[in-house]
């Protein structure tokens, strides 16, 4: 893009100026994205507040948001409803990650490293379990936090398929919690009873008192389900069968 383009454009000397396409151009206007030109006779022109939100729509699509809701901010934001500067605060909060833990691709030699265990039949049953993935002559790792943790689980005795269902449940019922947990804050922002006021310091403290309030109801449900479990006597049972199984 210039750096100083003409206060008045065609569509084509925009597209031109910007870098992006006339029928994007269009597109970008048809979703809302993008302001309306000034109309004299038959042309229609923009300007330099047209290049610069073109910037803006671009960088907004490198942080992953579609069109139409780039659109939906757009008209807020000419509606003066929401300040842009304050958006992306509270933006980036959202996008910060929280959990340190990313896919990586990793050599057959670091695989082990990572694991601490170069037993015989490791990489085939990751593979199974669907923890790593082979990708030519590297393999790819979805969660080095969750290898770490089938690894600990493996050193007690508890198999990677073991670990691996245990995963699965958690994810199933975790991935339900939070989607109604994030339903019912929308819904107290939108009827006034959360204060969104500085929404970039809420997320800020959400992030870190949500992971620890996670870790202390499991901590107290899975002492409750324990302590259940021997009152029940099953636990003595069970015990008692897999002895037999291995005599």
Do not use: C
């Not at 139409?68 to 003066?80: N, Q, T, W, Y």
């Not at 691709?105 to 923890?131: F, K």
């Not at 819904?187 to 970039?200: K, L």
């Amino acid at each position: 893009m210039t750096d100083e383009p003409a206060e008045q454009l065609t569509i084509d000397q925009l597209a031109s100026a910007s870098g992006v396409p006339s029928r994007t151009i269009r597109f970008y206007q048809s979703r809302g994205a993008l302001m309306n030109p000034e109309i004299r006779g038959r042309v229609a022109y923009y300007g330099k507040p047209h290049v610069e939100r073109l910037k803006l729509i671009a960088q907004l699509q490198d942080r992953g948001l579609r069109i139409d809701a780039i659109g939906d901010l757009m008209k807020r934001i000419d509606r003066g409803e929401v300040d842009l500067a304050e958006w992306l605060g509270v933006e980036e909060q959202v996008q910060a990650p929280w959990a340190l833990d990313h896919a990586r691709t990793v050599t057959e030699a670091e695989l082990y490293e990572l694991a601490g265990s170069r037993r015989p039949g490791l990489l085939a049953d990751l593979q199974r379990a669907h923890i790593i993935e082979r990708k030519g002559d590297v393999f790819l790792l979805g969660s080095p936090a969750l290898l770490a943790i089938a690894v600990k689980l493996e050193a007690v005795g508890i198999d990677l398929e073991t670990a691996t269902e245990a995963s699965k449940i958690l994810r199933k019922h975790l991935g339900r919690a939070v989607g109604d947990l994030v339903d019912m804050f929308v819904h107290r922002i939108e009827e006034g009873h959360v204060p969104i006021d500085n929404a970039s310091k809420l997320f800020e403290t959400f992030r870190v008192v949500g992971v620890e309030s996670v870790r202390v109801l499991f901590a107290r449900e899975m002492e409750g389900e324990l302590r259940k479990l021997l009152a029940s006597g099953k636990l003595a049972a069970v015990s008692a069968r897999a002895r037999k199984k291995k005599r």
